[in-house]
């Protein structure tokens, strides 16, 4: 029930007015983001989805839940250890919200495991198999057992767990035996050991059998193969059993001398920090179960997580999902390349003389549009200088060795790494130790703030002088990820942009803080708050009933308070509100008398939804922004982000497309209800049977051959009219 507050006596008859600082108007942000993971189980559950795909969304759904508790849970319990009792904007505890997360987890878990059972069954009926060691034919088990004596066992080293032998460091997220053991004829001398089960990158979870598609998990061939490491030794009982530490390891880093030796210490840190889960499988008994618990400093009747006798660590599903039997998987789409890039011209001519571009990942090519932007500026003569922030990247994106050409060419190139980017900090030190050695300038930021835009800066001395060439986009540069991110970019050489540019990155390599002017760009943490604050109230006093208000937000999460109560005001003042939000979203759509007039959809598919985008119909001078920010406090706060207008009929036009089919998708999209719960869409004719994503993949072809007619065209009128000379 919302609360009300008034100054004065209240008309009778009319509504009361309701108090925007109500903690019932405002979502969790943990139990949204839980419920963005209920979505996507939901996908693993969808018949519609070819049998493989569903596996990796069962995978992602497990990875999400680590992170989840790595990152969200861990956080939580250092509130709690610090008896931090303040509550959130929607009135929780710390405790509360650790509570509330663990019931819906244990829920969620449950559900996880009946889709698990459902997708081992249809996954049998095409060969698919992951079976039980004990029910292998003896050429079987002969072969696991040779695999397991030269493949497995010399990397094994068992603990034992005695006075003599304290409890042994148990590494994140890693499968452990806990072995009971006794000697022969000893029966009341029993004694315990511990196994990590070695899997990673080089050991894979599933040993495949010869010659067809069976799998035995590692370490169930581990299990039934214990003779080998405890010789002579008589085995009672064998748990399995997987632990999660904290990730929250950040220090304080305006005190540090050594940013890159702070980043590096917390790295070693992480890996003795806290532990914040346990699982088992659901054989353990009482007593192994409590001294697990204890051993490990957690409560053993909430911090426990029973996974019943189904497999712990379904990330590992992964590795099924690359299994090659087509029709198992989705229709196999390959990006096109932009239609105003697909000519062999110097990009830096095409920007000049028919950008800007806008470049949709993962339908268009990240390689031949942004790899090439950044191979073209190091090889390219009359290029001066590159800039670029880098917070995210991999070993398959040439970005690094094209950034590397660049500067043994000559070029003046500058990168403002992020060594904070969580879970990439040891990669993204490697990253800066190479480009510094190619005489790169490499600095990490501005003091407090993560650097998360995603901007490229090309001085390039054209025949009028110094010109500035941009890519700004919403995705990181990351080869991987461009192919399985819904992002955008754009390709520009806007001067106005390519100044503010210049103080964007004067800023970001010195850390001083004059004011500074900006002429286009809107970044963050001085600019963009107040600039979004200032366009949803300016929304507001331009509505009127003929010629209604209307703001649309396409991003991965709306947390800030702030900006949550302005949509709300914006709602209450009619203006029309359409929230696109992958996952966390405070704000609650239809609630009488607050949101009325708004509504939030999730959509969910084959590619992870990650584009940002900002409208704002301005009393018809309509207004579009893409960038690197969420509306959460975190980036509008306290990181580095980059929002840029986007300018041109035809841009504009691909970015309300994609913002309507997003909106009409009843395909993969979901509508938040009043309450905070989200109800998935059913198609309501043929033509809804298609997803936005699907209509996005089409939209691209279609674009690469209306060029394709348009060049093909435009070649027989220069073949005619020669002819005729």
């Known amino acids: 029930m919302l609360s009300a507050e008034a100054d004065g006596k209240v008309e009778s008859g009319a509504p009361e007015p309701v108090d925007l600082n109500d903690p019932s108007l405002y979502l969790n942000r943990e139990l949204t983001w839980l419920e963005f993971n209920r979505r996507v189980l939901h996908e693993a559950e969808d018949p519609r989805n070819p049998l493989l795909e569903r596996l990796k969304f069962l995978a992602i759904v497990s990875s999400n839940l680590d992170e989840f508790f790595m990152k969200r849970i861990g956080g939580l319990k250092q509130q709690l250890g610090a008896g931090m009792s303040i509550k959130?904007?929607?009135?929780?505890?710390?405790?509360?919200?650790?509570?509330?997360?663990?019931?819906?987890?244990?829920?969620?878990?449950?559900?996880?495991?009946?889709?698990?059972?459902?997708?081992?069954?249809?996954?049998?009926?095409?060969?698919?198999?992951?079976?039980?060691?004990?029910?292998?034919?003896?050429?079987?088990?002969?072969?696991?057992?040779?695999?397991?004596?030269?493949?497995?066992?010399?990397?094994?080293?068992?603990?034992?767990?005695?006075?003599?032998?304290?409890?042994?460091?148990?590494?994140?997220?890693?499968?452990?035996?806990?072995?009971?053991?006794?000697?022969?004829?000893?029966?009341?001398?029993?004694?315990?050991?511990?196994?990590?089960?070695?899997?990673?990158?080089?050991?894979?979870?599933?040993?495949?059998?010869?010659?067809?598609?069976?799998?035995?998990?590692i370490e169930e061939v581990l299990r039934s193969n214990l003779d080998m490491l405890l010789p002579e030794m008589v085995v009672n009982s064998v748990y399995m059993f997987r632990v999660t530490r904290n990730a929250n390891t950040e220090r304080n880093e305006e005190h540090a001398d050594d940013l890159l030796s702070m980043i590096e210490s917390e790295l070693r840190d992480r890996r003795f920090a806290p532990i914040v889960r346990l699982q088992i499988q659901g054989d353990m008994d009482e007593t192994s179960r409590g001294m697990l618990a204890a051993e490990l400093g957690l409560n053993e009747s909430e911090d426990v997580f029973n996974a019943g006798g189904d497999m712990l660590a379904m990330r590992d599903l992964f590795q099924l999902v690359g299994i090659d039997i087509p029709e198992l998987h989705d229709e196999p789409f390959q990006p096109v390349d932009h239609p105003c890039l697909a000519e062999g011209t110097n990009i830096f001519h095409l920007i000049r003389e028919r950008g800007p571009f806008l470049l949709q990942h993962p339908y268009e090519s990240f390689g031949t549009s942004v790899e090439r932007f950044l191979k073209e500026a190091g090889t390219d003569p009359k290029v001066r200088a590159i800039k670029m922030t880098l917070y995210r990247t991999s070993s398959d994106t040439k970005v690094?060795?094209?950034?590397?050409?660049?500067?043994?060419?000559?070029?003046?190139?500058?990168?403002?790494?992020?060594?904070?980017?969580?879970?990439?900090?040891?990669?993204?030190?490697?990253?800066?130790?190479?480009?510094?050695?190619?005489?790169?300038?490499?600095?990490?930021?501005?003091?407090?703030?993560?650097?998360?835009?995603?901007?490229?800066?090309?001085?390039?001395?054209?025949?009028?002088?110094?010109?500035?060439?941009?890519?700004?986009?919403?995705?990181?540069?990351?080869?991987?990820?461009?192919?399985l991110y819904s992002d955008l970019?754009?390709?520009?050489?806007?001067?106005?942009?390519?100044?503010?540019?210049?103080?964007?990155?004067?800023?970001?390599?010195?850390?001083?803080?004059?004011?500074?002017?900006?002429?286009?760009?809107?970044?963050?943490?001085?600019?963009?708050?107040?600039?979004?604050?200032?366009r949803i109230d300016r929304e507001c006093k331009l509505h009127t009933a003929e010629k209604p208000g209307l703001i649309q937000f396409k991003m991965n999460a709306l947390e800030d308070v702030d900006i949550?109560?302005?949509?709300?005001?914006a709602s209450q003042a009619g203006v029309r509100v359409d929230l696109i939000v992958r996952d966390t979203c405070r704000f609650r759509p239809g609630v009488p008398g607050v949101s009325e007039s708004a509504r939030v959809i999730s959509v969910v598919g084959?590619?992870?939804?990650?584009?940002?985008?900002?409208?704002?119909q301005n009393g018809g001078?309509?207004?579009?922004?893409?960038?690197?920010?969420?509306?959460?406090?975190?980036?509008?706060?306290?990181?580095?982000?980059?929002?840029?207008?986007?300018?041109?009929?035809?841009?504009?036009?691909?970015?309300?497309?994609?913002?309507?089919?997003?909106?009409?998708?009843?395909?993969?999209?979901?509508?938040?209800?009043?309450?905070?719960?989200?109800?998935?869409?059913?198609?309501?004719?043929?033509?809804?049977?298609?997803?936005?994503?699907?209509?996005?993949?089409?939209?691209?072809?279609?674009?690469?051959?209306?060029?394709?007619?348009?060049?093909?065209?435009?070649?027989?009128?220069?073949?005619?009219?020669?002819?005729?000379?």
């Not at 904007?89 to 829920?107: L, M, S």
């Not at 890519?471 to 461009?482: E, L, M, S």
């Open 621 to 725: 001078d309509e207004e579009y922004f893409i960038g690197s920010a969420d509306c959460m406090k975190r980036n509008l706060e306290s990181r580095v982000e980059v929002v840029t207008p986007v300018i041109g009929d035809s841009l504009r036009a691909e970015l309300r497309s994609m913002m309507d089919s997003q909106l009409g998708d009843y395909r993969n999209g979901w509508e938040m209800q009043p309450g905070g719960e989200y109800i998935k869409r059913e198609p309501r004719s043929d033509a809804e049977q298609f997803s936005s994503q699907q209509q996005l993949m089409e939209r691209a072809k279609q674009r690469v051959k209306q060029a394709t007619r348009y060049q093909s065209g435009k070649t027989r009128r220069h073949v005619a009219g020669r002819n005729l000379r």
């Open 88 to 217: 959130t904007v929607d009135g929780r505890t710390p405790k509360e919200q650790i509570a509330a997360c663990y019931e819906v987890v244990r829920q969620q878990e449950s559900a996880q495991r009946d889709v698990y059972q459902q997708l081992r069954s249809e996954l049998g009926a095409h060969g698919i198999e992951i079976v039980s060691y004990d029910g292998l034919s003896r050429e079987d088990t002969d072969f696991l057992r040779a695999h397991f004596h030269d493949n497995v066992y010399p990397l094994i080293t068992p603990q034992s767990i005695d006075p003599a032998h304290p409890f042994p460091f148990i590494s994140n997220l890693s499968l452990n035996l806990l072995v009971q053991v006794r000697f022969p004829n000893q029966e009341g001398r029993t004694s315990l050991a511990r196994i990590k089960v070695p899997t990673g990158e080089n050991l894979p979870r599933f040993i495949q059998l010869p010659n067809r598609n069976h799998f035995v998990p």
């Open 564 to 569: 949550t109560r302005a949509l709300y005001k």
């Open 400 to 483: 690094i060795e094209h950034l590397v050409r660049a500067a043994r060419n000559g070029k003046q190139v500058a990168v403002v790494v992020e060594l904070k980017a969580r879970f990439d900090e040891a990669a993204n030190i490697r990253w800066a130790a190479r480009m510094e050695e190619a005489g790169i300038h490499v600095t990490y930021g501005v003091v407090g703030l993560k650097t998360h835009s995603k901007i490229v800066l090309v001085v390039r001395n054209d025949y009028n002088g110094l010109k500035r060439y941009l890519h700004i986009g919403t995705g990181n540069y990351h080869a991987g990820t461009a192919r």
């Open 606 to 616: 084959r590619f992870l939804e990650h584009t940002r985008i900002y409208y704002f």
């Open 489 to 534: 970019g754009i390709l520009t050489n806007d001067q106005d942009l390519g100044r503010d540019a210049t103080e964007l990155f004067n800023y970001l390599t010195t850390g001083y803080t004059p004011e500074r002017y900006y002429r286009k760009l809107l970044p963050a943490p001085k600019v963009l708050k107040v600039a979004l604050l200032a």
